[in-house]
C-alpha cells in the first residue's frame, strides 16, 4: 500500500518570501508521478505542480518548483514570492504509473501574511 | 472548455434519506474518479469509472453506496439511507484516454465538489 505524510499541519509565510511544504511517501514501485494540489478557501482542487518518477530534473511552475529526492522518497514544494493568493490548504498527492487513484496527504494549511 | 462540473454544491439531507451527487466531466474526457475529503482530512479514493464500466471501487463502502457513469449524461453517485458519518465534500475528478493503458500519465482535473450535510 501507499502511504503519503505531509509532517506540517500548517505554516505561514511573509508575502514576497519563500517558503518550502514537506512531503515523503512509501511505495514499493519503482515508475510512478506525484503532485502537489491546491485547495483555496472556495474548496476547489487545483493543480500546481507534476513530478514523474524517472525523471531527474525537477519540476518548475513559475514561482513553483519541487524537489524531488526518490532515493529519500521525499517531494517537496517550494513556493518563492510568496503572494496573499497563494493562502490555502496544499495536498501531496502520488499515484502509481499502473494504477489510476490518487492517494492523498493530510495536508499542510499554509497562510501567507501581508 | 468548461471544467469538471459537479451539481449540487451543497446539499442538505436528513438521517434516511438518499443523496444524488452528479459530475459532468471535461469535454473529452472518458475517466471519473469520486474522492471523499472528510472534514480536517485529506481526499481518499472511492471509485474509478469509465463510460458504463467501473474500473476500480475498492474505495468504496460496501453497502449504501453506488455509482455509475452511463453512456449518456453525467456520472452520479448515489448515496442511500444517509447517516451523520456520510457528512463531506466529495469531489469528482476527469481525465482523457491514454494511448497504451498509461492512464496515471494524465492529470485529474478536479470539480469543486459537493458538500453534503446530513441532519
Known amino acids: 500500500a501507499q502511504t503519503v505524510t505531509q509532517s506540517q499541519p500548517e505554516m505561514s509565510v511573509q508575502e514576497a518570501e519563500t517558503v518550502t511544504l514537506s512531503c515523503t511517501y512509501d511505495?514499493?514501485?519503482?515508475?510512478?508521478?506525484l503532485f502537489w494540489y491546491k485547495q483555496p478557501p472556495s474548496r476547489q482542487m487545483i493543480l500546481v505542480i507534476r513530478q514523474e518518477a524517472y525523471k531527474q530534473q525537477n519540476a518548475t511552475e513559475n514561482r513553483f518548483s519541487v524537489n524531488f529526492q526518490k532515493a529519500a522518497k521525499s517531494f517537496s514544494l517550494k513556493i518563492s514570492d510568496s503572494q496573499l493568493g497563494d493562502t490555502a490548504m496544499y495536498f501531496c498527492a502520488f499515484v502509481v504509473a499502473s494504477g489510476s487513484r490518487l492517494t492523498f496527504g493530510e495536508g499542510t494549511q499554509l497562510t501567507v501574511n501581508p | 472548455n468548461a471544467g469538471v462540473m459537479q451539481n449540487p454544491r451543497h446539499l442538505v439531507r436528513r438521517r434516511g434519506q438518499e443523496a444524488r451527487l452528479r459530475c459532468s466531466p471535461m469535454k473529452g474526457h472518458s475517466h471519473v474518479y469520486w474522492y471523499r475529503q472528510l472534514p480536517e482530512e485529506g481526499l481518499k479514493f472511492m471509485v474509478y469509472l469509465q463510460k458504463e464500466n467501473i474500473i476500480d471501487e475498492s474505495g468504496m463502502p460496501k453497502e449504501r453506496f453506488s455509482a455509475e457513469f452511463p453512456k449518456e449524461g453525467p456520472s452520479i453517485l448515489r448515496i442511500q439511507q444517509v447517516v451523520r458519518g456520510d457528512s463531506a465534500a466529495y469531489f469528482c475528478?476527469?481525465?482523457?484516454?491514454?494511448?497504451?493503458?498509461?492512464?496515471?500519465?494524465?492529470?485529474?482535473?478536479f470539480g469543486a465538489g459537493t458538500r453534503l450535510s446530513v441532519l
Open positions: 475528478a476527469s481525465s482523457p484516454p491514454v494511448a497504451g493503458g498509461l492512464r496515471a500519465k494524465n492529470i485529474q482535473y
Open positions: 511505495t514499493s514501485e519503482n515508475n510512478y508521478y
